[in-house]
């Protein structure tokens, strides 16, 4: 019995680190300060590493350019496309993000040698959006079992790996997702500042995409914890995520040729005609005259309709008070009578 | 002016033309005796109602209505407003936003199932009346111009310069213009919220429907379904609005809360109207009601006896009827 504890215990309680790294790294206040003054820590919770999807990497396998200890000043960022010491099952080739990477490499999120400096710049790398979730809390959602086996195939391509998820399910109920909201958040991070989007050469349709998306249905609902409504990848990432293109790209989903398709994704019975409708409808209503005129006029009628019932009711009781009549709660009847039954004097 | 502060007793009718004509003081009834025209503030009224003025179906439609509309605001307007805080927490109250937004659904059809039984009630009974040669359209929310004069009269009796209201048949002038919004409200509603519930079919039909008819400048760079759909996605948030608007801030307020109605007014519920406020309001359905309902009749006719109003001789000319009154008065 206690040979069986032990490797259990082993397994769920360590994190790999074969080189040792936690010896210094595990101190809560190893850290510099450099010459701007900003603090860096470089502090690795075991216990917060150990239930990351990392946890079986060893620090190395990402970490690459670290080749002896104590190591010296790091200068570089770690290149997901490595390939780490991780065999996929199904395969003896060592396991890297690379595909992924092609894909979003290729997308409109991807650097390209025509890119302007300030351009490059403004363009995420994976740990923009993929920190490894050590100190930022995330929200997860369960995804459904089709979509996470999909999903699974993004990064091992090879067959039976299906299969064999399907085999061992129980599995598919620590499949994770980032709720809707945290996904239009983290797109908002950049795609809000429309001036900035205008300046890298957005369209003015693109660049106010943020605030036209919470004025759709889809934004609403999602803002109001909807787990049904589209979120930004939803609809501009196929189910590898990372394939986000301009749409006059043909590989985009929001290409004009792939957006039928992509909207039945939910409006599974939708015609070729549904994607005449805006789905960014925008916001003011500043593009169509006759709508902005409309919305004016019925916001018009609407305060010219209350405010002259109401005066009109106000003027009423006036009116009828000066007559004598009353509120009174009980006995039902409001006017003043000194004797219910005097009779009238004679003229 | 005099005349009305004095509230203690009815005006004698200071001429012959003024107590007998169209806008007189007296209206003579015949079998119950000559009602004056402020009668309204010496009778007996039961705050549950007196008098019929709403079928069971029109009860039984307004509860629906009521009750739908309710639950409709309470689902739809945290999704115009989702931006601000009290959004969340209402919706939450229907167990979050995908089951809030099947209620909207389905007290909409419920809601369009009551404005059909509505028209079918209104055009069924005009049919009965029609042939029992019952039917009067004085009685009926169509509108005429007496209305306008209605209203014009109701303000100067405001101002102080009509002695008494305009003497109204069973709905008044604010009660048709308010019936009329309505009609024009919920087509609005139920049009553009099925157009949002059936995108679909709004993008297939539309160019067809409307692209012969709108010159393209109006729809600017947008497809005609875009157009039409941003127009739809207006109208049934701001008409929403619009309605829910009116009804909290006059609706409500006018019927239950101004004197005389206070502090809750129980002809939507029992379908009666108390007889002070038919008289008062809706004195020309009043009449209806002495010459349909004997007990009514009976009722006048005692009230007027104890106030030295009763019956006389009917009076064979207008210079008898003169003398007559000269003597009572």
């Known amino acids: 019995m206690a040979l069986l504890m032990v490797p259990l215990w082993a397994l769920t309680a360590q994190a790999a680190d074969k080189m040792n790294c936690l010896m210094c790294h595990k101190h809560r206040y190893i850290g510099r300060i450099d010459a701007n003054g900003k603090l860096h820590n470089y502090n690795v919770d075991e216990t917060m590493y150990r239930h990351t999807v990392h946890r079986n990497i060893d620090c190395h396998d990402c970490h690459t350019y670290i080749t002896k200890i104590p190591h010296d000043p790091v200068t570089q960022t770690v290149n997901c496309a490595n390939s780490c010491h991780i065999k996929p099952p199904f395969s003896q080739e060592t396991f890297s993000h690379q595909h992924i990477m092609t894909i979003f490499n290729g997308s409109a999120h991807g650097r390209t040698p025509e890119d302007s400096d300030r351009m490059r710049a403004a363009k995420p790398d994976c740990i923009f959006c993929h920190q490894n979730p050590l100190y930022s809390k995330i929200s997860e959602e369960n995804l459904p079992e089709a979509e996470a086996l999909r999903r699974c195939q993004n990064c091992h391509p090879q067959g039976g790996v299906i299969q064999a998820f399907q085999h061992i399910a129980h599995r598919l109920r620590k499949k994770t997702t980032r709720a809707p909201q945290q996904i239009v958040a983290l797109c908002a991070k950049c795609h809000q500042d429309s001036e900035r989007m205008l300046q890298l050469g957005a369209s003015p349709r693109a660049a106010e995409a943020v605030e036209s998306y919470n004025h759709s249905i889809h934004g609403k609902l999602v803002r109001l914890g909807s787990k049904k409504a589209a979120d930004c990848i939803s609809c501009h990432a196929s189910s590898a995520l990372h394939d986000i293109y301009k749409k006059d790209n043909p590989k985009a989903s929001i290409n004009k040729a792939n957006i039928a398709q992509t909207c039945r994704q939910c409006h599974a019975k939708t015609g070729d005609w549904f994607i005449d409708i805006a789905v960014h409808p925008s916001p003011i209503h500043k593009d169509n005259p006759i709508i902005y005129l409309m919305s004016l006029f019925l916001q018009l009628a609407t305060y010219g309709t209350v405010i002259s019932m109401v005066g009109l009711m106000l003027f009423e009781t006036f009116g009828r008070r000066r007559e004598g009549i009353r509120l009174i709660l009980f006995n039902g009847s409001s006017w003043h009578r000194p004797n219910k039954h005097a009779r009238p004097k004679r003229g | ?329």
Not at chain 2, 57 to 69: D, K, N
Not at chain 2, 222 to 245: G, K, N, T
Not at chain 2, 256 to 282: D, K, Y
């Open chain 2, 1 to 329: 002016m005099e005349q009305s502060l004095d509230t203690g007793t009815p005006k004698p009718a200071p001429t012959l033309d003024r107590s007998m004509g169209e806008d007189g003081y007296y209206t003579f009834v015949d079998g119950v005796g000559h009602i004056p025209r402020d009668i309204y503030k010496h009778v007996q009224s039961d705050p549950r109602g007196d008098l019929p003025r709403y079928s069971i179906h029109i009860v039984i439609q307004h509860l629906l209505i009521f009750i739908t509309f309710i639950l409709l605001a309470a689902t739809g307007l945290p999704i115009f407003f989702s931006d601000l805080f009290w959004a969340k927490h209402l919706i939450d109250l229907f167990g979050g936003i995908d089951i809030a937004r099947w209620v909207h659904r389905i007290c909409a059809f419920i809601m369009m199932f009551t404005s059909i039984y509505h028209v079918v009630t209104v055009v069924g009974g005009t049919i009965v009346k029609l042939l029992r040669h019952e039917f009067d359209y004085k009685r009926t929310q169509i509108p005429r111009l007496k209305d306008l004069q209605d209203f014009f009269h109701d303000i100067k009796y405001f101002l102080g310069i009509e002695p008494f209201r305009p003497k109204m048949e069973k709905f008044m002038y604010k009660q048709k213009l308010h019936y009329m919004a309505v009609f024009y409200g919920s087509f609005v509603l139920m049009t553009a919220g099925s157009a949002l519930l059936f995108p679909d079919i709004v993008a297939k039909s539309i160019p067809g429907l409307i692209g012969k008819v709108l010159p393209h400048w109006v729809v600017g760079n947008d497809s005609y379904s875009a157009f039409f759909q941003d127009l739809v996605r207006l109208m049934h948030a701001d008409e929403a609005v619009l309605a829910l608007i009116v009804l909290a801030f006059w609706h409500w307020m006018n019927v239950h809360f101004v004197p005389g109605r206070f502090p809750l007014q129980w002809a939507f519920l029992t379908g009666r109207i108390t007889r002070e406020h038919q008289i008062e309001e809706h004195f020309l359905e009043y009449l209806n009601n002495l010459r349909e309902i004997p007990e009514e009749r009976e009722y006048m006719r005692d009230l007027l006896k104890e106030l030295s109003l009763a019956p006389r001789e009917q009076p064979a000319s207008d210079t008898i009827l003169a003398s007559e009154l000269s003597r009572i008065h």
